[in-house]
């Protein structure tokens, strides 16, 4: 009873923190089921805006409690309303939210696919139960998340110790633990189990999120479900069970660039503070995360030249906020530090002999993505398909922002793996190059997943003739 | 170095059959997908390009349920292949992994005399620190020059130890500062 309850609580608090998020900046209306049918956004914002400041307060020397918590909620949630109501027009300004549009048209082949999706999360939630935990989670993640739960700090050597505690990377970001330990508090228990059923919840608000933020251009239809199922049923999803923490950061980054995506499309209000929010997150849950955030948002700023001015203000000030959300983290890290890193430094990694030397690291991590990207079974058709729609497009339509900002976040994302790989100074590199792109691959994946999902639905008529009169 | 770079490459057997070249394949299977739906369906011939996210579509299509149905069948036997013979084993499953399963009824034994407030270090050469401490949170594990209220010993006793041990065996065990819980593990109070 104890467990429901502090669940209940706990999520309570996040998702009017989220649902207040979206209303403040007009993604939501205060509609009922305008309301609902964002619970997934609202779950994902809501996740990283009360972790986000959580993770601020530990670095300055706070405690993080379960009243603390419960706080930082509350002042979050007053202020966001705050805004909501005193913006110009307030809650009842009328102003049609970027997901209205037609009603959604859901056949039966559609109705087929979502319940299966549905099911499909439901059963893994349900099965984490009673999940003992994996190896990589008990030296770094799920320790991080029950020592949190129990000193609501960062004194442990956990933190801070890497000759106490060698595998826990204490360099990596902490949103996840964070995320983890308030469901763990709230439920005065430390059970995997929790942590597990809290990572399929963000996957299961992934595929809301994006059906939310597409669904009024595209109704609900095969074409928008399909590549969110392949997504969350590929390979690299398997981490979820060993509670890791590259499908987190993969659904806050993949809902980011589809945020960023529909700005670039049309500029309406709300995407870019959610685009920066949600990178913003995945910047605070891996380093890699922290890497595609910033690299992201510096293809969004290309995509946004030639735009009048205050867009291009708008997005410069997207990614400053995403810079300043990884921020605090780095800087704890700095003063903390240092500590051992699988990345090596940019001032060393530029070295022309050690790259020429290393070219070897390189074809292999080439040749690893790859294998995992696109090995032609099942998924491993989803970023071929991703490449190859998005380049056709590039050449025959007119509006190629969209198209070639979706490419160049995939391809640099791709491309920063294989720079970290190539510089990378482990000892006994290819076993590590194997033992991680499985995992690795997964913000690619679902970023090709969402942009397939966006793009394939540009190409009905109806959404094209909308979109060319609201452009005219 | 480039010779370096080709003896790295060397023992590995020439074939075509690469992810490089895999890929290329994916990308004409998708091609000839879009060929096909172009002879088909007489409404694309104007388009030619356009078949290419048509056929993509399709596939996608084509590849959700089965991708979902074995995605799930995946995940069970990863969730099979973790849990592990005794469902007790939850935060303990690290000690069984590496090999230290012989260490989980000391770790047992020391719950129930670490305070939950109090701290502890580690004597061994054969534990795995962070698996230690998953296990024995809240209690914490700091360095032996951090104060810990205990140590914890695994391994062959000292000569000094042993005498410790000996000296202490008139006192109740309350009194005693050393615990012995077997002939290589013991518990060690450093501050009362």
Known sequence: MRTIAGLVGFHALVLSVGLAFLLAVRLARPRPGDLVRSLGLAHLAGVAATCLASVWLLVLGGTLTAPVFAAIALVLLAALLAVA????????????????????????????LGAAIALFLVVQIWNARELPTAWDAAHNWTLKAVVLADDGDLSSGAFRDPTLFGGAHQDYPILQPVLGSGALRFTSRSDQSLLVAELWLLVAAFVAAVAYLLRGRLGWTVLLFAPLAIAIASGPVQGVMRGDADVAMAVFLATGVLCLGLWVERARPGLLPAAALLL???????????????????VALCASIGRPGRDIRAVGLAAVSVVAAAVPWRLWVAAHGPFPSDVRSLGDSLSPSLLWDSLHQLDFAAREILGRLADGTGSGWLFPAFLL?????????????VHALYLAAGLVMIAALLWIYWTSPQPD??????????????????????ALAHILSRLRPEVRAAREAGEG | MIRAYLESRAPMMATVFTPYTDVLVVLAGLLMGSAA??????????????????????LLAVLALPVLWRGAAGLDAVRAGLKEADPAARHNKCFLDKGFGWQLGF?????????????????????D???????????????????PDWTVWIGKFTPELRARIKDEAGLPPEQRSVQVFDESFALIRESR
């Open chain 1, 280 to 298: 913003g997150a995945a910047a605070n849950v891996k380093n890699e995360g922290t890497v595609f955030a910033i690299a992201v948002m510096v």
């Open chain 1, 429 to 450: 590199v290819e076993a590590h190059i194997e033992r991680t792109t499985l995992r690795t691959v997964t913000a690619p994946m679902f970023v090709a997943a969402v």
């Open chain 2, 107 to 127: 770790v047992a034994w020391l719950q129930g005399r670490i305070a939950w407030s109090e701290s502890f270090a580690v004597h061994s050469r054969t534990v």
């Open chain 1, 389 to 401: 729609v998005t380049v056709v497009l590039l050449t025959v339509r007119s509006d190629r922002r």
């Open chain 2, 37 to 58: 739906i172009v002879a088909l369906v007489p409404g694309i011939r104007a388009s030619a390009v356009s078949s290419v996210p048509v056929a993509v579509a399709v």
């Open chain 1, 85 to 112: 109501v005193l913006r110009p027009g307030g809650l009842r300004s009328g102003e049609p939210g970027p997901a209205s549009g037609r009603a959604p048209s859901q056949g039966w082949p559609v109705v087929v």
């Open chain 2, 129 to 147: 620190r962070a698996c230690f401490q998953l296990s024995m949170l809240p209690r914490r594990l700091v360095r032996p020059d951090d104060s």
